[in-house]
T-cell receptor, first 116, second 113 residues
Framework: DAGVIQSPRHEVTEMGQEVTLRCKPI?????LFWYRQTMMRGLELLIY????????DSGMPEDRFSAKMPNASFSTLKIQPSEPRDSAVYFC??????????????FGEGSRLTVL | EDKVVQSPLSLVVHEGDTVTLNCSYE??????LLWYKQEKKAPTFLFML????IEKKSGRLSSILDKKELFSILNITATQTGDSAVYLC?????????????FGTGTQLKVEL
């Protein structure tokens, strides 16, 4: 199994530009999570999907952030316009939820975003 | 709002020492507590705990959950330099439409020779 695949691995952009991060979850998994990690705040849950449906996006910091999951094998996290404070590592993770449990969460390698 | 608090924030020990990492939580509709290890890249899974008082063990690592007092500990015995990492605690809780994992900020462990 290829695991959770994220792209790009690194992105450097200028303030005001649009950023799109991509994620391919593990085949067969029914839950997908987007996290943001910084030194100051640790791992923050931004949004999660269950069976491609967004369940809770209360962690999305602002309207500049949006996420979609058009099908079971693909999700995007978009930031438009980006700001320097968005600089962080963005992780996508997936799991096979069952009987009301998330189960083991498998993480992608992360996308390191730097906004200048 | 769900909360997961880990302590200490960081720890430096010598090889061979035993360490205990703490995790306390306040969540609604608790399902399970998970421990992850994060080195330079993505977190990797260590344990999932659902029942109080039952120790999970893997080599030199062990963990136990107390659902009455709402905390868990992760023990590492005979530490090695390869144990140096950030250890993350996460709590699985059920919301209206599904489950979510809330992470603590982690404990940074450094094991020195």
């Amino acid at each position: 199994d290829a695991g959770v695949i994220q792209s790009p691995r690194h992105e450097v952009t200028e303030m005001g530009q649009e950023v799109t991060l991509r994620c391919k979850p593990i085949s067969g998994h029914n839950s997908l999570f987007w996290y943001r990690q910084t030194m100051m705040r640790g791992l923050e849950l931004l949004i999660y999907f269950n069976n491609n449906v967004p369940i809770d996006d209360s962690g999305m910091p602002e309207d500049r952030f949006s996420a979609k999951m058009p099908n079971a094998s693909f999700s995007t996290l978009k930031i438009q316009p980006s700001e320097p404070r968005d600089s962080a590592v963005y992780f996508c993770a997936s799991s096979l939820s069952y009987n009301g449990n998330t189960g083991e969460l498998f993480f992608g390698e992360g996308s390191r975003l730097t906004v200048l | 709002e769900d909360k997961v608090v880990q302590s200490p924030l960081s720890l430096v020990v010598h090889e061979g020492d035993t360490v205990t990492l703490n995790c306390s939580y306040e969540v609604t509709n608790f399902r399970s507590l998970l421990w992850y290890k994060q080195e330079k890249k993505a977190p990797t899974f260590l344990f999932m705990l659902t029942s109080s008082g039952i120790e999970k063990k893997s080599g030199r690592l062990s963990s136990i959950l107390d659902k009455k007092e709402l905390f868990s500990i992760l023990n590492i015995t005979a530490t090695q330099t390869g144990d140096s990492a950030v250890y993350l605690c996460a709590v699985d809780s059920f919301t209206g439409g599904g489950n979510k994992l809330t992470f603590g900020t982690g404990t940074q462990l450094k094991v020195e020779l």
